[in-house]
Antibody, heavy 122, light 108 residues
């Protein structure tokens, strides 16, 4: 069945970097865009952006430029989110979510990964 | 940027109908999608393209969209429907995805 499996929880120090993986299975990886969504503790869903799984071209939402990088390894059907210079406010659950389309206009997200908790502490 | 407005909370007794709204400027011209998120779990798509249901989602879940308001309706509410619900659209002006702030559904 179609599923996205993310890497496990991370505990990082302020200023460090983290790389979250999202492994897809059950479908053609390059046939659908991949989105990233952040959920801070007790807060709502925040779209971080998406990556074109055909070209590897990323698009970042406002507030997610500079320290955030989306990447792919299509040979293993995996998308990655890397965050550098971590801050306490980066503490959140990060989700990958497959889009219905491969290019904009993006549509609905289904399925979602199980989420990866990134905790940043000094 | 485009803004989607949801009520923070909705309460309903078991067996009754829950209505969760999602307000946005001329949202009726956009496709609206809805997600359910139970505590500690990832969001799950429950309605897409305003009113279509993915396989496995009960017929009790329905959606509509017109004017400045999209609506998710849950009929014959059950205790298991208690969750946070989010609406989502694609904003063509910014080429960005937008989520509503979420609505906490409480089953009394």
């Amino acid at each position: 069945q179609v599923q996205l499996v993310q890497s496990g929880s991370e505990l990082k120090k302020t200023g460090a970097s983290v790389k979250v993986s999202c492994k897809a299975s059950g479908y053609t990886f390059t046939g659908y865009a991949m989105n990233w969504v952040r959920q801070a503790p007790g807060q709502g869903l925040e779209w971080m952006g998406w990556i074109n799984t055909n070209t590897g071209n990323p698009t970042y939402a406002q507030g997610f430029t500079g320290r955030f990088v989306f990447s792919l390894d299509t040979s293993v059907s995996t998308a990655y989110l890397q965050i550098s210079s971590l801050k306490a406010e980066d503490t959140a659950v990060y989700y990958c979510a497959r889009d219905r389309r491969v290019v904009p206009p993006l549509l609905w997200f289904d399925p979602w990964g199980q989420g990866t908790l990134v905790t940043v502490s000094s | 940027s485009y803004v989607l407005t949801q009520p923070p909370s909705v309460s309903v007794a078991p067996g009754q109908t829950a209505t969760i709204t999602c307000g946005g400027n001329n949202i009726g011209s956009k496709s609206v999608h809805w997600y359910r998120q139970k505590p500690g779990q990832a969001p799950v798509l429950v309605v897409y393209d305003d009113s279509d249901r993915p396989s496995g989602i009960p017929e009790r879940f329905s959606g509509s969209n017109s004017g400045n308001t999209a609506t998710l309706t849950i009929s014959r509410v059950e205790a298991g429907d208690e969750a946070d619900y989010y609406c989502q659209v694609w904003d063509t002006r910014s080429d960005h995805v937008v989520f509503g702030g979420g609505t906490k559904l409480t089953v009394l």
